[in-house]
């Protein structure tokens, strides 16, 4: 019996590699919504130069499950040339206006690639999927561009690690904690997103001078160096 072809598809996330060989790439990895924004637009690419591919695109909610409101994406497929650039649009619903204001909330932008069906038998295909966060700010917290927030962050020392405080409104992805002194990072330590105005314990080497490593709205990885008083490590500066 002559088998059909068939396609695998392969979900990548924004802490691995989800553009080094994807034929449709996204712009960015993390997209940031303000409130006072009608729409916003993100910049996808077919990065394949012979093969034209469809690009399908949706958001998710903080559970990760396919919503249909309160924000939407269009188009929500379309077709890319080889090499072609162009772009897709998220808009807020008129029932996004019934988000927490006070705070941020954490929706899903996912992006697929389809890749032109194959005119050979028995064939493989790869279809890469990307999922980057999507955060909803709403108008009465958006500050100006540069403003440090995650300077706001307290850490206090564990048994076996830290319990990281966010006392902002705003949603805080921890990607490191290492000592002050170079050499003695902490390779084990897992990246957290910490939600607004709550607490999250991680599993951490303790240092005396700790620094922490964030992700900032642009994707970067600045750090902040703490000082600590007994259990308590606060803030002193930025590197």
């Excluded at 040339?81 to 998220?90: D, L, N, T, Y």
């Excluded at 992006?111 to 009465?140: C, G, H, W």
Aim: net charge positive.
């Amino acid at each position: 019996m002559r088998k059909s072809a068939f396609m695998v598809f392969v979900f990548l996330t924004i802490t691995s590699i989800h553009t080094a060989f994807a034929a449709i790439a996204l712009d960015r990895t993390r997209v940031i919504y303000e409130g006072d924004n009608k729409a916003i637009s993100l910049n996808i690419s077919n990065e394949n130069k012979q093969l034209p591919y469809l690009a399908q695109a949706w958001v998710e909610d903080h559970e990760q499950q396919k919503v249909t409101g309160p924000l939407i994406v269009t188009p929500p497929i379309q077709r890319l040339e080889p090499g072609a650039k162009s772009m897709v649009r998220i808009s807020a619903l008129p029932e996004a206006k019934a988000l927490p204001q006070d705070r941020e909330t954490l929706f899903y932008f996912n992006l697929r690639e389809i890749p032109p069906r194959s005119d050979k038998s028995n064939v493989m295909q790869i279809a890469l999927q990307t999922k980057v966060k999507l955060f909803y700010r709403p108008a009465s917290i958006v500050t100006k561009p540069g403003t440090v927030w995650q300077n706001q962050l307290v850490l206090h020392k564990t048994a076996t690690g830290y319990q990281i405080e966010n006392p902002t409104p705003y949603y805080i992805t921890v990607a490191g904690i290492a000592a002050r002194a170079k050499g003695r990072e902490d390779n084990g330590f897992v990246p957290v997103t910490l939600a607004p105005k709550s607490r999250t314990d991680v599993k951490s080497t303790v240092f005396d001078a700790p620094v922490v490593t964030y992700i900032n709205d642009y994707g970067g990885r600045p750090e902040l160096a703490f000082t600590c008083v007994q259990q308590r490590c606060s803030v002193n500066g930025t590197r």
